[in-house]
């Protein structure tokens, strides 16, 4: 088929040939690549009328991919109205001679009278962004009921916006657009694309995608009843400027947990101006905050603590993570002196061997024994970037737990007790990592270094010898010291693991209760320090890990974990009773107790769950792993509704085969809708705080030092959208594919 040129309607006219029905019908397969043809990069091209001029192009549907684009007149611009105008037509009445084009060199005036005397389309010169915006919808209503497929490229906004979540989930800065290399890839493989330029990807997209995240996230914050938060602060250490990081866990209505980042922003280090900072950032995203649940997890420090007073949390808990590392650091391993002498020793070895690298290296270039190995010397490496990163915790004396206290009168003993002066970052502080007098504070920076001399026994020893310094080196008996720690430790770190999931719950916290008290039983083979740091460890579990109401409560509601629960029915039954009546009474819904429903027997939830489970079958995660070693079995029932009371007994006793790993799937089955939204509050209360520690993960990626001149609040923007972005797009884009015709 070929498409001749015409400059206006007469010459089309007259030109008019006889097209067969085969012709006609790929008709359909051209489209329109907006933009100027050989002209100015179209981010500099401001006239609106580029949104539908450009190269005559048409799709082969034999071939794949980009192949099957091919390009049928690059010398003249094409109307994408009139081709669109034609392809509306019946199959039998389509004429390509109806489409308009002109060349090269028309000027934009000329192809806006055409956009205006054809299709009463008025391209205004002066237009304001939603002038523009409103000419966009107008030109693009006839294309908007068309297949994606048959669509040349995303609308400008979309390939924008698109971009920029590319370089903010990525990490990159924004000056990324000016690469040689992106713009090359670009215009050889794409050139109807253009790359917008980086103030343009600030001014007119970065914000304008940040507030509507923003908006988001409240919508979706104020559709719950009971929020989690979870907050922490962290220095950058490039800059010393102190942030604190606030996320929220929540669970909607289908019962799916969430957990979106709310904000990481500076804060002055002093104890009012981070219980106002948290107070001003929980307003901005929850309004009516008063009229929530909300529970706190943190690091327990005193700032944190009084935050969570002011804001008026059920009860607040420190995180698994801070608690395991002031349990096996002041409260174990710290107090050990031989094992304190030990770890000094090891970091020594360590140094030494990193200031003679240079003649460790030239051994492993110029020797073929392999004593020295490649491995080695970048553990070596390795080794000095992990001391250079060790933040040493400044112990916060006053700090504990009552077990047997609830929220109010946990925060009444802790201002009890003296505590120490909050200055400067309450949480870390600095240290000379190559000081021989300092230890890696970190436990987990210690597990690292000792399994890295217990990779590399035999070379640590070799290259001591060969550096002429084997004074530093581990005697026989302080080998077998480290390999023991080395074992005791990994348990924890498995613990530092489970919870590093998206979404955890307090009932957490018996299972890691169950499992240290295990690991810390002493076996008649073990040394004098280790004995010592499983008294230790054991001496203050409760202290570090209480059993407070919460965490007996979020342990009951949780049915793969109720079996951890050393009290008795009635106690449970009680306990479960009379929180369920404060929900209800607390709630502005209507009293549960009073509600007929219509529930699934356990017959039918089991018929469900067998159906489901024949279908898939996943390994066992690490949690029900710990479940099937700590708890006992219990009764089964088969009646699932009567009164209150009742209903709890019943879920008291009810077991299943295989439990969910997530409780918030056995919660949505409807069996049990009395103690569901008790669930529903009880679960949104996090045991971790690493959610909102990874949060300074990628806003140290911003803050680096190579980026020192990027603003704060670029990196608090870039960071929202990198995290919470799935809200908006990821849906957006999935309903485009479900509404798109199956081929």
Not at 345 to 374: A, G, H, M, W
Not at 529 to 555: C, G, H, I, M, Q
Not at 694 to 717: D, N, V
Request: glycine share 4%; with cysteine; aromatic share 8%.
């Amino acid at each position: 088929m070929n498409v001749e040129p015409c400059e206006d309607a007469a010459s089309a006219a007259a030109g008019a040939v006889s097209l067969s029905v085969d012709e006609r019908m790929k008709i359909a397969l051209l489209f329109v690549k907006p933009g100027k043809i050989g002209g100015l990069a179209r981010s500099r091209e401001k006239s609106e009328v580029w949104t539908c001029f450009g190269e005559l192009c048409y799709r082969d549907p034999d071939q794949p991919g980009d192949a099957s684009v091919v390009s049928l007149d690059a010398s003249r611009h094409y109307c994408l109205v009139c081709l669109e105008n034609v392809k509306s037509q019946p199959e039998l009445l389509r004429d390509v001679n109806q489409l308009q084009s002109y060349s090269t060199a028309t000027s934009t005036a000329t192809l806006a009278e055409h956009l205006h005397t054809k299709h009463s389309i008025q391209i205004c010169k002066n237009a304001t962004d939603d002038m523009r915006g409103k000419k966009r919808e107008m030109l693009t209503t006839s294309l908007m009921a068309m297949p994606s497929s048959l669509l040349p490229i995303t609308g400008n906004k979309d390939l924008n916006e698109d971009f920029l979540l590319w370089l903010a989930l990525d990490m990159d800065p924004l000056s990324t657009v000016k690469n040689n290399g992106l713009n090359y890839f670009f215009s050889k493989n794409f050139p109807y694309l253009s790359i917008p330029d980086e103030s343009t990807l600030w001014r007119n997209h970065a914000m304008k995608v940040y507030h509507r995240l923003v908006s988001s996230v409240k919508s979706e914050l104020a559709s719950v009843a009971s929020i989690g938060l979870m907050f922490h602060g962290w220095t950058n250490k490039n800059t010393g400027t102190y942030y604190i990081g606030l996320r929220a866990q929540f669970i909607q209505d289908d019962w799916t947990g969430k957990v979106v980042m709310l904000s990481i922003k500076p804060c002055t280090k002093d104890v009012s101006s981070i219980i106002d900072h948290l107070k001003n950032e929980v307003i901005c995203f929850i309004p009516d905050y008063a009229n929530k649940v909300l529970y706190a997890t943190h690091d327990g420090t005193d700032a944190m603590i009084r935050a969570s007073e002011v804001l008026h949390v059920k009860s607040w808990n420190c995180g698994i993570e801070p608690a395991l590392h002031h349990l096996l650091t002041e409260d174990s391993l710290g107090r050990v002196s031989n094992l304190v002498s030990l770890l000094c020793k090891c970091k020594s070895i360590f140094r030494t061997l990193y200031d003679e690298l240079d003649t460790l290296e030239e051994y492993e270039q110029n020797s073929c024994d392999q004593k020295v190995s490649p491995e080695f010397i970048e553990s070596i490496i390795n080794m000095k970037k992990l001391f250079d990163a060790e933040i040493c915790y400044v112990t916060n004396e006053g700090y504990f737990y009552n077990a047997e206290a609830d929220s109010c009168n946990m925060l009444a003993e802790y201002r009890s007790v003296k505590c120490k002066e909050f200055i400067g970052d309450q949480c870390s502080k600095r240290t000379d990592s190559w000081s021989e007098k300092d230890i890696l504070v970190n436990w987990i920076s210690s597990l690292e270094m000792i399994n890295g001399l217990l990779s590399f026994q035999s070379e640590v020893i070799f290259a001591l010898q060969l550096v002429g310094k084997i004074k530093p080196c581990l005697q026989p008996h302080e080998w077998i010291l480290v390999e023991e720690l080395s074992k005791f430790l990994g348990t924890f770190l498995a613990l530092n693991e489970l919870v590093s999931t998206q979404t955890t719950s307090l009932s957490l916290i018996p299972l890691i209760r169950a499992e240290i008290a295990d690991s810390c039983k002493v076996n008649c083979n073990d040394c004098t320090e280790l004995t010592e740091v499983k008294n230790l460890v054991l001496k203050n579990l409760n202290k570090r890990f209480p059993v407070t109401s919460s965490t007996r409560l979020a342990t009951l509601l949780d049915p793969a974990t109720k079996g951890l629960c050393n009290s008795s029915t009635e106690e449970t039954v009680e306990l479960l009773y009379n929180a369920a009546t404060e929900a209800s009474n607390s709630s502005s819904l209507i009293d549960p107790f009073n509600l007929i429903v219509t529930v699934k027997t356990v017959d039918d939830v089991d018929l469900d769950s067998k159906n489901s489970e024949s279908e898939t079958c996943e390994p066992i995660s690490k949690k029900m792993k710990l479940v099937q070693k700590h708890s006992g079995a219990c009764v089964t029932w088969t009646t699932p509704h009567c009164n209150q009371r009742e209903e709890i007994r019943k879920y008291i006793k009810y077991t299943d085969d295989k439990f969910e790993d997530d409780p918030l799937a056995f919660w949505k089955k409807g069996q049990f809708p009395i103690l569901a939204e008790l669930a529903k509050s009880i679960l949104s209360q996090s045991a971790s705080s690493a959610q909102a520690e990874h949060i300074f993960s990628t806003a140290e990626m911003h803050l680096s030092a190579k980026r020192s001149c990027l603003p704060s609040y670029r990196a608090t923007c870039l960071s929202f959208i990198r995290d919470n972005y799935k809200i908006n797009f990821t849906s957006r884009r999935e309903h485009k594919i479900k509404q798109e015709p199956k081929v």
